[in-house]
């Protein structure tokens, strides 16, 4: 494999934007008029309810959906993402939940799965070198490129799927539930890797459930409910806010419990004066 650096875009430029998307499955509409746009930089949350076409979108930017109609612009180009091939080589990467990692296979093994260097005669040591080199600039805690995978913890697992596939220099990297099943100290270790991931220049799409790991990274929130679009929110957005974009309730358990700490809080003012 031939590692070449692609210019990356200005910080703040936009490299994705999507006009009018929509994806049907037969007599199924499972997107309507999607409109989504990321730039350079900046991490920008996927969330919404089960069902709500957070998959579809995802797997439609990794060219294993097409779209039924509507406009992909990459980098200020209208973009066709016909296939996966098509949305690696664009500079579009993905990393599904399952992660597709190989237990039995080194770190260095899996960030070089399918993209190794010199194929006909690996070249071990320089494989080493280029994986050592880039998660030291993530700062990763991986004690040894050399220990198998099953012995990996779940945030160094996602690690090493995330620095895989920045071998191959993307614009934007999708994360689709980068947290899920993992302890307090492994979603921080993901949580800051994402930010080193934003710092390098990238666009990030998180998909998550947890509204606290969102808050944490992400730059916008999009809300996404029965296949449309619901809402844009910055992080100080109240869990009241987003809770009804997601639902479309604006009654729930999360405004009622807001409005009774409001009522509270007014009682302990009165009985203070």
Avoid: Y
């Amino acid at each position: 494999m031939t590692t070449t650096t692609k210019a990356m875009p200005a910080k703040g430029e936009t490299i994705l934007r999507l006009s009018q998307i929509c994806k049907n499955f037969g007599a199924v509409s499972a997107l309507t008029d999607i409109d989504l746009e990321v730039k350079a930089g900046e991490v920008v949350a996927l969330v919404g309810d089960n069902g709500a076409g957070k998959s579809t979108l995802i797997k439609v930017l990794a060219g294993v959906h097409q779209p039924s109609s509507g406009t992909i612009d990459f980098m200020g180009r209208p973009a066709s993402l016909d296939s996966p091939g098509k949305a690696l080589e664009l500079g579009i990467a993905t990393v599904f939940q399952d992660l597709a990692l190989c237990e039995n296979l080194d770190v260095v093994a899996n960030l070089f799965l399918g993209h190794e260097m010199s194929p006909w005669a690996l070249d071990e040591v320089a494989m080493e070198v280029r994986a050592w080199t880039l998660l030291r600039e993530l700062a990763a805690r991986i004690p040894s490129v050399r220990q198998p995978i099953a012995s990996l913890s779940g945030g160094q697992r996602q690690t090493v799927a995330i620095a895989r596939s920045l071998l191959l220099d993307p614009k934007i990297i999708m994360l689709d539930e980068p947290t899920a099943a993992l302890g307090v100290a492994q979603t921080a270790e993901v949580l800051n890797l994402i930010e080193r991931v934003r710092d390098r220049g990238l666009g990030v799409i998180i998909i998550s459930h947890n509204m606290e790991d969102v808050r944490a990274v992400a730059d916008r929130i999009v809300v996404l409910r029965l296949g449309r679009n619901n809402g844009v929110f910055t992080p100080d957005a109240s869990n009241q806010e987003l809770v009804a974009a997601i639902t479309g309730a604006t009654e729930n358990s999360v405004s009622r419990r807001m409005e009774r700490k409001s009522v509270h809080a007014q009682e302990q003012t009165g009985s203070l004066t």
